[in-house]
Nanobody, 122 residues
Framework: QLQASGGGSVQAGGSLRLSCTASAYTDSNYDMAWFRQAPGKEREFAAA????????FYADSVKGRFTISKKTASNVVYLQMNSLKPGDTAVYSC?????????????????WGSGTQVTVSS
């Protein structure tokens, strides 16, 4: 089970920090990622971090504004979102699996949580 939290409503330029815990996974050697889905659109990749937290990857749309991190030796992942834009409005879900960037759109993620709503107003 993956439980995301930290969503909310902010004005453009504001910040939010999302958290996600994969409570059913006792092994911390999993990669984790954040995806988002805006109303009427397909789910899209936002950011990912490898199992050790030593490498992170971002979609071009969030690069430089979002930072993903993973708590050491755990399956807890964070997404710090700064300089938010109305276009960032979406349900954000975390995912866990083995990263495979050759396999879009899921990139090797196996399980997704239910998500948390982020709304950015202009």
């Amino acid at each position: 089970q993956l439980q995301a939290s930290g969503g909310g409503s902010v004005q453009a330029g504001g910040s939010l920090r999302l958290s996600c815990t994969a409570s059913a996974y006792t092994d911390s050697n999993y990669d984790m990622a954040w995806f988002r889905q805006a109303p009427g659109k397909e789910r899209e990749f936002a950011a990912a971090v490898n199992w050790s937290g030593s490498a992170s990857f971002y979609a071009d749309s969030v690069k430089g504004r979002f930072t993903i991190s993973k708590k050491t030796a755990s399956n807890v992942v964070y997404l710090q979102m700064n300089s938010l834009k109305p276009g960032d409005t979406a349900v954000y879900s975390c995912a866990i699996g083995r990263l495979r960037f050759a396999d879009p759109p899921d990139y090797g993620m196996s399980y997704w949580g239910s998500g948390t709503q982020v709304t950015v107003s202009s």
